[in-house]
């Protein structure tokens, strides 16, 4: 079966970084894109960034420049870097396999098929 799970969440002051993994199995690795979502209290699922299977990245506006996604085909991990935290970024966030090679910006939930079980990071004084 498909798995994937996260780790490397926690607690983070503003302007800290984290570095959240995931590691997966059950499928040809480096067929795939992959991505990460969040979802933060009282909002929707807000898709973060994604890497396709050429490594190309893309991001969310609200991300973009603070965060960088890479994958470690080798590994069968994608990592996610967060840098410059602040309390917005505060969620739990999910990592997700999508159903073919690439994705298009937005990223949307519907394109991807596989989901680990969340990280939570809290940013916070």
């Known amino acids: 079966q498909v798995q994937l799970v996260e780790s490397g969440g926690g607690l983070v002051q503003p302007g800290g970084s984290l570095r959240l993994s995931c590691a997966t199995s059950?499928?040809?690795?480096?067929?795939?894109?992959i991505g990460w979502f969040r979802q933060a209290p009282g909002k929707e699922l807000e898709g973060v960034t994604s890497v396709d299977r050429d490594g190309r990245p893309h991001y969310a506006d609200s991300v973009s420049g603070r965060f960088t996604i890479s994958r470690d085909n080798a590994k069968k991990t994608v990592f996610l870097e967060m840098n410059s935290l602040n309390t917005d970024d505060t969620a739990v966030y999910y990592c997700?396999?999508?159903?073919?090679?690439?994705?298009?910006?937005?990223?949307?939930?519907?394109?991807?098929?596989?989901w680990g079980q969340g990280t939570q990071v809290t940013v916070s004084p």
């Open positions: 059950g499928f040809v690795f480096d067929w795939y894109a």
């Open positions: 997700a396999k999508s159903g073919s090679a690439y994705v298009p910006r937005p990223l949307l939930p519907s394109k991807f098929a596989s």
